[in-house]
């Protein structure tokens, strides 16, 4: 019998954990994902496909788990999951005070200022995660993605239907920004400081003479910062947050010099 279908009969018959061979299969789930043997989601050619097994998994290791102290002197910690390790086998760069939890993924290159990684995330190589920034469960950040200081990614394990927040290969996510619910930054994407983004908020495109609504979704190489607009409710007209789309990143072999130019044409805050 192979872990997926172990794992599917274990979340119908939560019984089974009782059983070794089912609680070998979770554990071998959360192994796969904290080697980046396994993702909770994953690119399947231009769209993303999400492996709702992999985040069963995931919710069932937590009730296997025993409540542990974890003393890394002088500090300590009391949780059910264990820290992530052998960061330098990894060529993961990790500075005090960042905390990866196992089953995330960090891939060769990746910079974690003092921040935090929970189970079932995916970092790909060459990102960083900036200081206090924070990468929730089961979110899948690309390669050379920068989340600046203080970004929030949000997680999502229940419900399950619910897909992960995805940000795509090189996009840029600028200080205190708020990604959650699911919702897609696309290749190359550059958000400024501020923007909030969930699954209901409207990201209004005002590069042309007619706006275009979006929502969950920043198409790729998109520059974004925050904006409102005016909305009626019985009690009266009040401003509400929204995302505006100014322009585009222009094509350039150096994703570097394209970023800052990106930056100073728009004036986009970090």
Request: glycine letters at 8%; charged letters at 25%.
């Given at each position: 019998m192979n872990i997926e279908k172990q794992v599917e009969e274990a979340w119908e018959d939560r019984t089974l954990l009782e059983r070794k061979e089912y609680q070998n299969a979770v554990y071998e789930t959360v192994e796969k994902l904290d080697k980046g043997e396994l993702r909770c989601a994953e690119p399947n050619g231009s769209e993303w496909k999400v492996n709702e097994w992999v985040k069963k998994a995931v919710v069932l290791y937590f009730p296997l788990m025993k409540m542990e102290t974890i003393e890394l002197n002088p500090f300590e910690f009391h949780d059910k999951i264990p820290l992530k390790k052998n960061f330098?086998?990894?060529?993961?760069?990790?500075?005090?005070h960042a905390i990866?939890?196992?089953?995330s993924f960090l891939a060769p290159g990746v910079v974690m200022m003092p921040s935090y990684v929970n189970i079932g995330a995916y970092v790909d190589e060459d990102s960083m995660v900036d200081t206090?920034?924070?990468v929730g469960s089961c979110a899948q950040i690309g390669k050379k993605v920068h989340l600046s200081g203080g970004v929030g990614i949000g997680g999502v394990l229940e419900p399950?239907?619910?897909?992960?927040?995805?940000?795509e290969d090189g996009a840029f996510i600028?200080?205190?920004s708020i990604v959650v619910e699911g919702?897609?930054?696309?290749?190359?994407?550059?958000?400024?400081?501020n923007v909030v983004l969930t699954k209901s908020t409207r990201i209004i495109d005002v590069t042309g003479e007619k706006e275009q609504v979006l929502r969950g979704e920043i198409p790729p190489r998109s520059v974004v910062i925050p904006g409102s607009y005016e909305k009626e409710f019985p009690?009266?007209?009040?401003?509400?947050?929204?995302?505006?789309i100014i322009g585009q990143r222009?094509?350039?072999?150096?994703?570097?010099?394209?970023?800052n130019e990106a930056l100073r044409e728009h004036s986009v805050a970090v």
């Open positions: 330098a086998e990894q060529r993961v760069r990790v500075v005090p990866a939890r196992k089953g206090w920034a924070t399950l239907q619910a897909a992960p927040v995805i940000i600028g200080s205190r919702v897609k930054v696309g290749k190359e994407a550059v958000l400024g400081a009690a009266g007209k009040y401003n509400v947050s929204c995302a505006l222009k094509e350039s072999t150096d994703l570097k010099t394209s970023l």
